[in-house]
């Protein structure tokens, strides 16, 4: 059981991860729109950094990518919250998959071998991805923001931006940045708590 002054220090964690995910949720929301969808990025980088973030503290990062995602590109964006609520989730899919999978595979987040990296292009890069822009794109359509005929547009713009930001971004932070995170004490060793 983890006493309150680690408690604390993982809250103070995920309120920081979820200010710096907003951050970059909102940046990219701006920076790189797909029209007509509101709060979709085509170069959504914001991903990559939550992808990372979860893995470093386990949980506490999946939850950040979550509320980063609904005040960012959800709240910021002027999404109805109703919607904001489940549109989120895109992004807590597009950390959990990859997460679960690494806890599942028990893959060394530094990616050393070739199990490691495919693990990471199946579950980090591909599904997650995937199912993000599936169901981000999904709830879009069905609660009325865009058309039926936007929707590969919003899907593709949102899978293909992901997926390059992904495979540029988080591989290099697992690799070269992890034995920094590895040596503090907010480091989560088990992939959850």
Same mark, same amino acid.
């Given at each position: 059981?983890?006493?309150?002054?680690?408690?604390?220090?993982?809250?103070?964690?995920?309120?920081?991860?979820?200010?710096?995910?907003?951050?970059?949720?909102?940046?990219?929301?701006?920076?790189?729109?797909?029209?007509?969808?509101?709060?979709?990025?085509?170069? &959504? @980088?914001? =991903?990559?950094?939550?992808?990372?973030?979860?893995?470093?503290?386990? %949980?506490?990062?999946? +939850?950040?990518?979550? #509320?980063?995602?609904?005040?960012?590109?959800?709240?910021?964006?002027?999404?109805?919250?109703?919607?904001?609520?489940?549109?989120?989730?895109?992004?807590?899919?597009?950390?959990?998959?990859?997460?679960?999978?690494?806890? &599942? @595979?028990? =893959?060394?987040?530094?990616?050393?071998?070739?199990?490691?990296?495919? %693990?990471?292009?199946? +579950?980090?890069?591909? #599904?997650?991805?995937?199912?993000?822009?599936?169901?981000?794109?999904?709830?879009?359509?069905?609660?009325?923001?865009?058309?039926?005929?936007?929707?590969?547009?919003?899907?593709?713009?949102?899978?293909?931006?992901?997926?390059?930001?992904?495979?540029?971004?988080?591989?290099?932070?697992?690799?070269?940045?992890?034995?920094?995170?590895?040596?503090?004490?907010?480091?989560?060793?088990?992939?959850?708590?």
């Amino acid at each position: 059981m983890p006493d309150i002054e680690s408690f604390s220090t993982y809250l103070n964690i995920f309120l920081f991860l979820v200010l710096v995910n907003s951050l970059l949720s909102r940046f990219a929301v701006i920076n790189s729109p797909i029209s007509p969808a509101p709060g979709v990025s085509s170069m &959504y @980088f914001a =991903v990559a950094f939550m992808v990372v973030f979860a893995m470093w503290y386990g %949980i506490w990062g999946a +939850f950040s990518a979550y #509320l980063g995602c609904m005040i960012g590109a959800g709240i910021l964006a002027d999404m109805p919250f109703s919607l904001n609520v489940v549109w989120s989730l895109a992004d807590l899919w597009q950390v959990v998959i990859p997460l679960a999978a690494f806890a &599942y @595979f028990k =893959v060394n987040i530094r990616m050393r071998t070739k199990k490691d990296i495919a %693990i990471f292009l199946v +579950f980090a890069c591909i #599904l997650n991805n995937l199912m993000g822009a599936l169901w981000g794109s999904l709830m879009l359509v069905t609660n009325g923001i865009i058309q039926w005929t936007e929707f590969f547009v919003t899907f593709q713009g949102w899978f293909l931006g992901n997926l390059i930001t992904t495979l540029v971004i988080v591989p290099f932070l697992l690799r070269y940045i992890t034995p920094y995170v590895q040596q503090t004490k907010s480091y989560v060793r088990g992939y959850w708590v």
